[in-house]
């Protein structure tokens, strides 16, 4: 399975744009982009995926660039719930279970 | 919500014990999998099924075993607990076959 790179940290004013990048530079034809989050003391919460077309849904929106060597998670309104630890993963869809997490962008959503 | 409740949230215990994790859901899904997390390590997988009586090993098995005797409970027990297994357990689920992952919130397990 392909590789990921997240920055360690991000932060974000409240009511702004989140923009969390991922670099994958190794994905291969099958291999689905996964984004979750884990806010502490919680279980990981599933965002959003994709394979290669742009995907929106009520949490966030997924940007995946054309060579798909990197995408981009959008929060589009940051709140300070969004604070949290954001990871990117890349994995095939049929396998889903072996989820590696990696150590994830932390993001910090100030007032 | 997947409707998945992990009990208990907490347990301290000791070396040598038996203890056992309940991961239950209320919407009949057929994929169930219990990880833990450790700093360092991310999630590592334990055990998974697909179904009732249906289970099998994850990367970190040893010194763990499962039972699913109904559809909703998933049971992680360590058959006699040790230090290297204080750790953050998570139960998930799978909606479908190509769906992602739903984790619950996780048991916080302590072996002193």
């Known amino acids: 399975d392909a590789k990921t790179t997240q920055p360690t940290s991000m932060d974000c004013a409240e009511g702004r744009a989140a923009n969390l990048p991922c670099n994958h530079s190794?994905?291969?034809?099958?291999?689905?982009v996964y984004w979750y989050r884990q806010i502490h003391s919680q279980g990981p919460q599933y965002i959003i995926h994709?394979?290669?077309n742009n995907e929106t849904n009520e949490m966030a929106s997924l940007i995946i660039t054309e060579d798909r060597k990197s995408s981009t998670l959008i929060l589009p309104h940051a709140t300070l719930r969004d604070t949290a630890v954001y990871y990117c993963?890349?994995?095939?869809?049929?396998?889903?279970?072996?989820?590696?997490f990696g150590t994830g962008t932390r993001l910090q959503v100030f007032p | 919500d997947a409707g998945i409740t992990q009990s208990p949230r907490h347990k301290v215990t000791e070396t040598g014990t038996p203890v056992t994790l309940r991961c239950h859901q209320t919407?009949?899904?057929?994929?169930m999998y219990w990880y833990r997390q450790d700093p360092g390590h991310g999630l590592r997988l334990i055990h998974y099924?697909?179904?009732?009586?249906?289970?099998d090993k994850g990367e970190v098995s040893d010194g763990y075993s499962v039972s699913r005797s109904k559809t909703e409970d998933f049971l992680l027990t360590l058959e006699s607990a040790t230090s290297s297994q204080t750790s953050v357990y998570f139960c998930?689920?799978?909606?479908?076959?190509?769906?992602?992952?739903?984790f619950g919130n996780g048991t916080r397990l302590t072996v002193t």
């Open positions: 998930a689920i799978r909606v479908g076959e190509n769906s992602p992952l739903h």
């Open positions: 190794t994905i291969s034809g099958n291999e689905y």
């Open positions: 994709g394979l290669k």
């Open positions: 993963i890349v994995r095939r869809s049929y396998n889903t279970d072996k989820l590696i």
């Open positions: 919407e009949n899904h057929r994929y």
């Open positions: 099924s697909y179904g009732v009586k249906d289970t």
